[in-house]
């Protein structure tokens, strides 16, 4: 596997990657998608992190945060983002 020659096409794969690996593009397209894969490191990197990332989100039961923890990354936010 080697470095990227196409750059264009790896925009193009990250753009449409949820359709990938939700398997919803055409049979064409994801011809087109595993044919550049399959010869670019980066892109192989970068789905295996989005589908370990979805992976880990599947694990954990998604939990609404309580008020002290909404407001905490609100002041938060504000401060770092320097909003009033």
Known sequence: MKKCKDPERCKEIFKRLSEYVDDELT??????????????????????????????CKKYPSKCPTEKIKKE????????????
């Open 27 to 56: 049979p064409a397209i994801r011809k087109k998608f595993e044919r550049h894969i399959k010869d670019c490191k980066p892109c192989v990197d970068f789905i295996f992190s989005f589908e370990k990332t979805i992976d880990l």
């Open 73 to 84: 990354v609100r002041a938060f936010l504000r401060k770092e983002l320097k909003i009033s």
